[in-house]
């Protein structure tokens, strides 16, 4: 990134932010009252669908040949944590993923190649693709594309519009908890067509009678999606004709001959199997399509009759609004500016996107010992704890406990089946689950979770892949990649990375231990806790990478973003803040204080010049990432080193500029890995962050609403206050909570479980007293120092 003047002239964080009072003026001014629209008309599914477009913001992305990231969020059409999804698709993962993730949507995209109604983490890999074609079409992966208009776009929860502009037919998604509706208004034409086919891998397709297509797919995975492998499409009325077809790779790209495509015939077994199937209409008359999946035709069959017996698009509709709506009724904001609500309510819908919902009470489901089962509780996916572990937990805790529960019980049952609990990346994290669970009141068999999370973190067999050498050196070693090729590196261990986080795992599980009485394990962990330290570098000021021979690894660049060479996927500079369970402990090894605030202020300010291409670590403020988990945390940390009203105006500036600030409006930074990126902002716009989810403690950051009242999961109000609340009025004056005054810039779930009130004064200037005593910082596992 090439650094502005201003940037140049003012490296310190202090006048950077003295700055910020304009910054965002335009989308935060008293005089856009609140809106009586509906929380669920605020919300848009197509934020984050977008990347951000200002240059001082992606740094040196994206690589030559590579789209930039967006949040590689879906626009489709889904109900709350839901494995099915109606979603159109404009990107041909078919052939290529050219951002490294299968995803089905990319906003700068302009044409579709077609909708998908299965369910998977990313849709763009979701079977089978469904298309409306009028006049001609091809076999895929020669999808029929057609340009669509993007006036006419339309999303909101649980709807999803388009209108194709090459067919002049217009596409409308709905879903329910397992299945999907999609509705095709067609012109006049008797060649209006629907196109279904299975991917790459193939499977097998039938045409049965003249108003259904179902086949299998040979691509599920069990273990993660609920729907099965097979599906049903019924349509609204009869087929003039039709068809099946299958892809020729033996003779793969010689043009015709390369596919196999015979009208009339029923059956097709292959790559990209697929059926055709052609209507006869007229100008505005429509085809309904409904879609289910199962591990049978029978048991797909047996969800369309049960969720969707009559294909009333409608009526769904209205089903899939009313749901969401219950779950944004749980959260009241006001204030704000029309676009900042747009947002929270856009961020708050897709950081409900995991854990997807793999069964319901009384369903059968396969389970990740690949045997079906019949769910006794609502079973849930594996939870991405190296993303939203690490704050939509949180936010879930906070919303629906009895939903953490089963989300418990899910992994606890994963568990009993693998051997080992859920891990994600380098650390485990499924303690902060479990740990932060119990500290917030949830309750739950502590004890049997923790003989998995103790095996996880003992037996060197199992997922922490280095542990062996983490128990015998206290740290894990990196291998210097031959030549030692410009970074990113992604074929290292990030060793120094992964130390920080086992040492954070290990914390948590101290913790969880000492409850369970176990002590001498406790004991363990604690000390295990501490391995932070020896990664860090004191001749530099940072956490370094080391050999096997415990020398540190030279060249060393900070400001890198080493992809797993060291660091994972972040530079040393954003690595340096991933101690969220002992931050005083880092700020004694970085000098005190004093050293400790200077540290944070020159990381937020020292111009992003580096040479290798980290593909999310977009959302820049110096070398402050966004748009990339490990160093999300960052801005709060100035709550442990007494100037709390720099965390106040960084995150102002962070939820302005980095979310919706491109030319779309629905732009994000990185990506958004189902959920995390989007809690952080509706975490932060509420005015609180969780930096360590294991433990109960929130950090007050500065609201951008004037009032939000949280219906806790208990049927309690946890409302905060914002008076003289403005894009200038960012900083905390002073502030209550029930009434009487509140000087920490923290409070702990305890303070607000049962219903609260805090209240907070704001002004345009920094009441650097407010916060500011050393006994007032929150909690770390090493005691401050006087």
Request: with cysteine; hydrophobic share 35%.
């Amino acid at each position: 990134m090439k650094p502005s003047l201003y940037r140049l002239r003012r490296r310190t964080l202090a006048l950077t932010i003295v700055a910020l009072g304009s910054i965002g003026a335009a989308y935060a001014t008293k005089g856009d009252a609140p809106s009586a629209t509906s929380s669920i008309d605020l919300a848009n599914p197509l934020v984050g669908t977008a990347p951000l477009d200002r240059q001082e913001f992606i740094g040196n992305s994206p690589p030559p040949g590579e789209p930039l990231y967006s949040g590689m969020t879906s626009p489709g059409a889904t109900l709350p944590q839901s494995s099915t999804e109606a979603t159109p698709v404009n990107l041909n993962v078919d052939l290529s993923y050219p951002a490294g993730v299968g995803m089905s949507y990319y906003y700068p995209r302009p044409t579709m190649i077609g909708f998908t109604g299965g369910g998977s983490t990313y849709g763009g890999r979701a079977s089978p693709m469904i298309m409306p074609v009028v006049g001609d079409w091809t076999v895929p992966p020669d999808y029929a594309q057609s340009t669509y208009d993007k006036a006419s776009e339309k999303a909101s929860p649980g709807y999803y519009a388009v209108d194709l502009a090459t067919f002049r037919t217009k596409v409308e998604l709905t879903a329910t908890q397992r299945t999907s509706l999609m509705r095709f208004t067609f012109p006049e034409s008797h060649r209006s067509n629907v196109v279904i086919n299975l991917r790459r891998s193939g499977g097998d397709v039938e045409v049965v009678g003249d108003r259904t297509i179902r086949g299998v797919s040979k691509m599920g995975r069990p273990e993660r999606d609920s729907d099965g492998d097979w599906f049903v499409a019924e349509f609204s009325r009869p087929f003039a004709a039709f068809g099946t077809f299958r892809a020729d790779h033996d003779h793969e790209g010689y043009g015709i001959g390369d596919a196999d495509v015979q009208p009339a015939r029923r059956t097709v077994s292959g790559s990209y199997a697929g059926a055709y199937v052609t209507f006869d209409t007229k100008a505005g008359e429509q085809v309904l399509v409904k879609v289910a999946h199962g591990h049978s035709a029978e048991e797909a069959e047996q969800r369309l009759r049960n969720e969707d017996p009559d294909g009333n698009f409608e009526r769904v509709h209205a089903q899939a609004r009313a749901a969401w709506q219950k779950l944004f009724d749980r959260v009241e904001v006001t204030g704000g500016t029309s676009k900042q609500r747009m947002l929270f309510y856009s961020t708050l819908y897709h950081s409900f996107a995991s854990p997807r919902l793999l069964a319901r009470k009384g369903e059968h489901f396969t389970g990740t010992d690949g045997k079906a089962q019949v769910a006794s509780y609502d079973r849930y996916g594996p939870v991405p704890f190296w993303d939203t572990g690490r704050n939509q937990i949180t936010l879930l805790m906070l919303l629906e406990p009895d939903v953490v529960q089963n989300i418990m019980h899910s992994e606890l049952d994963r568990a009993r089946e693998r051997g080992y609990m859920d891990t994600s990346f380098h650390g485990d994290h499924a303690v902060f689950l479990y740990d932060g669970a119990w500290q917030r009141g949830i309750p739950f068999d502590y004890a049997a979770a923790y003989e998995y999370l103790r095996k996880n973190a003992t037996d060197p067999k199992g997922p922490r892949g280095y542990l062996a050498e983490y128990m015998k050196n206290c740290w894990i070693s990196d291998i210097v990649p031959p030549g030692n090729p410009s970074p990113p590196y992604a074929g290292g261990k990030a060793g120094a990375a992964t130390t920080l986080e086992y040492a954070w795992d290990d914390h948590a599980l101290a913790d969880v231990a000492q409850r369970l009485g176990k002590a001498e394990d406790a004991q363990m962990f604690l000390r295990r806790a501490g391995n932070y330290r020896n990664v860090f570098d004191p001749s530099v000021g940072f956490v370094r990478g080391r050999t096997e021979d415990g020398k540190w690894i030279s060249p060393f660049d900070p400001g890198e973003p080493y992809y797993n060479f060291m660091m994972k996927e972040a530079s040393g500079w954003s690595t340096l803040w991933l101690v969220p369970h002992d931050v005083q402990g880092l700020m004694d090894l970085l000098g005190g204080r004093d050293a400790f605030n200077a540290k944070l202020d020159a990381f937020f300010s020292t111009p992003y010049t580096a040479k290798g291409i980290c593909r999310d670590c977009t959302g820049l403020i110096g070398q402050y990432v966004q748009g990339n988990q490990p160093d999300q945390q960052a801005a709060y940390l100035y709550a442990w080193g007494g100037q709390p009203w720099k965390t106040q105006a960084l995150t102002r500036r962070i939820l302005d500029e980095m979310y919706g600030s491109d030319a779309s409006g629905y732009g994000y930074p990185g990506m958004d890995d189902q959920g995390s990126t989007s809690s952080w902002y509706v975490l932060s716009a509420m005015g609180f962050y969780p930096v360590d989810p294991s433990t109960p403690d929130y950090i007050l950051g500065s609201p951008i609403f004037d009032r939000v009242r949280l219906h806790l999961g208990n049927g309690k109000v946890f409302e905060i206050v914002a008076r003289n609340n403005s894009a200038k009025n960012m900083y905390i004056q002073s502030a209550t909570l029930n009434g009487k005054p509140w000087t920490k810039p923290w409070f702990s779930h305890a303070d607000i479980a049962d219903g609260a009130t805090l209240v907070l004064t704001m002004g345009p200037e920094p009441n650097k007293r407010w916060g500011a005593d050393p006994h007032d910082a929150p909690h770390s596992m090493s005691a401050s120092k006087p």
